[in-house]
């Protein structure tokens, strides 16, 4: 029996059956364990592997035990069985465990199951962040992030194509900033994710509880062309016919294409006498035609509505 002091990692160089008793909480990164994982007596297990039964985990050949805090399991950290004696919250990964998985007895349970997956295996992305307190700059993941941990935060920037975020554990923050694809899976609690305006969610899965995602509003300006100044000033002398686009700022829904959307113009003409940009008499003016960031000619699909946000969890 060997007694601990702090946080302990399990990186591949120990003899299992492994047993762990007495952690705060354990974090199960993806690919970690190739044999079973039995959590015995656990508070809450937040899982995107499903529990099973049928852990049998025999006696251990290396006793964790002292004065613990936190447990992390690193990508092919146990060949072999773990058994967790006591821990708070538990938060398994994806792919984290290739045995059996089985909580005898939690507080509670938050088990993605399979149909829940993501669409790629999180032990293939290319950054991985873990641990307590961490903080990572990205620039254009190839395919995605995991982080996994506590009170730690991602902030990834010029994120471009398809991109997967699989956050794990408490706390966390992940910011996106860029003109992606991107699917969002997070297993835990109060961890929260802010996307940039042209950052479009394809899929975003919850299993825990109290995790956010923002949604950065569609700039309107993006959509303007020309504006009334810029029209005004491109005449100097003489009656003349200008046409330029408006913020439309209190629609909430674009009359040109009937959607929901966060940026919404208005293309205006106006007919008139000008002095030096300035209109002088007006002849003729009008608006009408309805411009938003879905129908627009010159936008990029992307963004969610406020109506979508808030239905995202
Ligand atoms: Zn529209």
Redesign the pocket.
Known sequence: MSEYTGDVTLNGGIETPVRMSGLEDMYVQPDSIDGDLDLRNVEYVFTGVPITPAADVADPVTDITGTLEDGYTEPDGVHGDLAVGTAEDVFIAHGAVDGALSARGPEQVFDAGTSDAPSRDPATYDVTVSGWQQQREVTDPNTGVVLSGCQSTVNVTGATGSVSCYLIGTNNELIVRGDAAVEVHIVGRDNRVDLGPYIDVDTAVETGFDNTIDVQPFPADDLIETTEDEAYSAVTFGRAKVTYQSVAEDED???????A?DA?IERQQKEAFFILGTPIITYEEGGGS???????HSAPDTSLTPEERREIF
């Not at 309805?290 to 627009?296: D, G, K, L, Q």
């Open positions: 829904w674009c009359r040109g294409c009937g959607e959307a919404i309805y411009e938003c960031e879905h129908c627009a």
